[in-house]
């Protein structure tokens, strides 16, 4: 991992251009490059780019995603993706911003996160586990709640999907009731 310094914006950069297997984790914004084959789990946060030459077989979350070689998986980002030529993507998609170039292939469904009425930033989506660690409880918990429907929920591609806003809404109506 490189790490420049400019101005006081310290930037990690992990340029990957090997084979690779296994869950990959950043919790601090990072810029990740694949050139490579890697084979998992990755979830990223920053900037993930996916080089012309690499071949991905991986679920992917990140904040911002660029894709230009192959990946199947399921991609979540939660700012932006951007697909460009000769990208190929076998998978679901969800982001709240997607541009394609011509000549680039998605195979799957796209899921664009709604805008608020009145508010000019996405939604943000979270996981069963997330949604775990934002209430402090056990990941079993809420699914239990998410069953039935004690929490606003969403069953997708055998998970659960939470909206922030609305399990944030769900919390000050609890609130209020108590």
């Keep these: ?16 251009d090997a084979s690779m297997q296994g869950t990959i ?7 990740l490059r694949i050139n490579g084959s890697f084979e998992g789990k990755l979830e990223t946060r920053g900037n ?15 904040d911002r995603i660029i894709v230009a070689g192959k990946i ?3 991609i979540a980002a939660t700012k932006s993706l951007s697909v460009i030529a000769p990208a190929l993507i076998r998978g ?19 899921s664009m996160m709604n805008l608020r009425p009145g508010d000019d ?3 943000v989506y979270l996981t069963l586990k997330d949604v775990a660690q934002y209430l ?17 929920a969403q069953y997708q591609n055998n ?19 108590a």
Excluded: C, H, Y
């Design 72 to 74: 199947t998986g399921d």
């Design 136 to 152: 402090e409880v056990e990941a079993k918990v809420v699914e239990d709640w998410a069953q039935q429907s004690k929490i606003p």
């Design 92 to 110: 679901n998609i969800s982001t709240p911003q997607l541009s394609v170039t011509e000549g680039a292939v998605l195979e799957g469904q796209i």
């Design 121 to 123: 930033s996405p939604d």
């Design 1 to 16: 991992m490189a790490k420049k310094k400019s101005g006081d914006l310290e930037e990690k950069i992990l340029d990957v």
């Design 48 to 62: 993930l780019t996916i080089g012309e030459n690499a071949k991905v077989k991986a679920n992917i979350e990140g």
């Design 25 to 31: 984790t950043f919790k601090d914004p990072v810029n």
């Design 159 to 177: 998970s659960w999907v939470f909206s922030k806003a609305s399990v944030d809404r769900w919390i000050q109506e609890e609130n209020v009731k």
